[in-house]
């Protein structure tokens, strides 16, 4: 089993930054596992945010290409994603995703407020 935990969500103004990190209870981020954020807006469905395969290959929405960053540290262990500029519409929960062979895990969720 593995833990994610996400942090660095808050309040913040448009135009702002926030880093999102995303700890996990043991190596999971490795090029074999396919990771990832997502997010919630308010009642809507939780949306692909970024990607990150074989431990360099990053994707993104194309909405958030340019403004969100998503990487990983060198131990495995943490993903982050930075995001810059934000928009009010980028307000809602973000969670952080690791999918392997055999399971699926996600983090509780960080949110993420962004004012106009």
């Known amino acids: 089993q593995v833990q994610l935990v996400e942090s660095g969500g808050g309040l913040v103004q448009a135009g702002g930054s926030l880093r999102l990190s995303c700890a996990a209870s043991?190596?999971?981020?490795?090029?074999?596992?396919?990771c990832g954020w997502y997010r919630q807006a308010p009642g809507k469905q939780r949306e692909a945010v970024a990607g990150?395969?074989?431990?360099?290959?990053?994707n993104y929405t194309d909405s958030l290409k340019g403004r969100f960053t998503i990487s990983r540290d060198d131990a495995k262990t943490t993903l982050y994603l930075q995001m810059n500029s934000l928009k009010p519409e980028d307000t809602g929960v973000y969670y952080c995703?690791?999918?392997?062979?055999?399971?699926?895990?996600w983090g509780q969720g960080t949110h993420v407020t962004v004012s106009s």
């Open positions: 043991r190596l999971i981020f490795s090029d074999e596992v396919i």
């Open positions: 990150l395969i074989s431990g360099n290959i990053a």
């Open positions: 995703n690791a999918r392997t062979f055999k399971a699926n895990y």
